[in-house]
């Protein structure tokens, strides 16, 4: 088996490069960097084989960049109404 610590800090580089170049808010990178390593230890039926780790990473990274743009939508429309209700 992998192990799991090791390959995360081998490829935390480039995974916070393609996070952060899909992020227009920079100060989020660590956030959503520290949500991929949380899934990634969270899940059940990681790849064994090293040269599919990369991949399955990047996939992963993709996921947490969209789930943070539609949390941060949802949030951003829930403060609009709450402006157009009081002002």
Do not use: F, M
Request: glycine content about 4%; hydrophobic content about 40%.
């Amino acid at each position: 088996p992998l192990d799991w610590s090791a390959a995360l800090e081998e490829h935390r580089g480039w995974l916070a490069t393609v996070i952060r170049s899909r992020l227009r808010n920079h100060a989020a990178v660590d956030d959503v960097l520290q949500e991929v390593c949380l899934s990634v230890l969270k899940q059940a039926n990681r790849p064994n084989d090293p040269r599919q780790v990369a991949p399955w990473l990047y996939r992963i990274a993709i996921r947490k960049v969209i789930n943070y743009y539609r949390a941060t939508g949802r949030q951003t429309r829930l403060l609009e109404r709450w402006v157009d209700r009081t002002g």
